[in-house]
T-cell receptor, first 115, second 115 residues
Framework: AQKVTQAQTEISVVEKEDVTLDCVYETRDTTYYLFWYKQPPSGELVFLIR??????QNEISGRYSWNFQKSTSSFNFTITASQVVDSAVYFCALSEASNDYKLSFGAGTTVTVRA | GAVVSQHPSWVICKSGTSVKIECRSLDFQATTMFWYRQFPKQSLMLMAT?????????EQGVEKDKFLINHASLTLSTLTVTSAHPEDSSFYIC???????????FGEGSRLTVL
């Protein structure tokens, strides 16, 4: 069964628009971690955020913000005032205590920001 | 900051040859290293978990005789693709878990093309 679902395959926006990436996860663990990674065209994975299951506070880091809601098993990611450099594939991932904290990745969402 | 380095970044080889990819944690000791495979426009799939000094644990469906993993030290893990075939062409990414902090860091990835 898919543990992490990123329903949006591709999103295209014009520069300065906001874009929200959805992530829905599935786990029976009470202790788990959620991640967002960015993969630019060069291929490397860039860590964006890690959130543990006991911390539901939303977080803002510059133009990035995350909304964690356990009630809906969602961990959505918003880029405010998008820029061309934000164009990349974004992966949501889940790490569960019962699975030795291995990462299960979602399918990824390709974001294209047009100038 | 912590860096995980993969070498080579890209490699082209003939069908039937073996290819070794190295994953090094440059400024921290890694208790565990993970190897992922990513096909074009797809997500990352965990291949195996490598612990220093012990045999790697392979995910279901991954041929351990095909993908040899050696974790000889706390800073180095190697993945050898034996008798490579065109279907092995992929992007291979390693990650390393820091011994002191438990944080996870990803390498830049290695792109393998088998002709």
């Amino acid at each position: 069964a898919q543990k992490v679902t990123q329903a949006q395959t591709e999103i295209s926006v014009v520069e300065k628009e906001d874009v929200t990436l959805d992530c829905v996860y599935e786990t029976r663990d009470t202790t788990y971690y959620l991640f967002w990674y960015k993969q630019p065209p060069s291929g490397e994975l860039v860590f964006l955020i890690r959130r543990n299951s006991f911390d539901e506070q939303n977080e803002i880091s510059g133009r990035y913000s995350w909304n964690f809601q356990k009630s809906t098993s969602s961990f959505n990611f918003t880029i405010t005032a998008s820029q061309v450099v934000d164009s990349a594939v974004y992966f949501c991932a889940l790490s569960e205590a019962s699975n030795d904290y291995k990462l299960s990745f979602g399918a990824g969402t390709t974001v294209t920001v047009r100038a | 900051g912590a860096v995980v380095s993969q070498h080579p970044s890209w490699v082209i080889c003939k069908s039937g040859t073996s290819v070794k990819i190295e994953c090094r944690s440059l400024d921290f000791q890694a208790t565990t290293m993970f190897w992922y495979r990513q096909f074009p426009k797809q997500s990352l799939m965990l291949m195996a978990t490598s612990n220093e000094g012990s045999k790697a644990t392979y995910e279901q469906g991954v041929e351990k005789d095909k993908f040899l993993i050696n974790h000889a030290s706390l800073t180095l893990s190697t993945l050898t693709v034996t008798s490579a075939h065109p279907e092995d062409s992929s992007f291979y990414i390693c990650s390393a878990r820091s011994r002191p902090t438990g944080e996870l860091f990803f390498g830049e990835g290695s792109r393998l093309t088998v002709l």
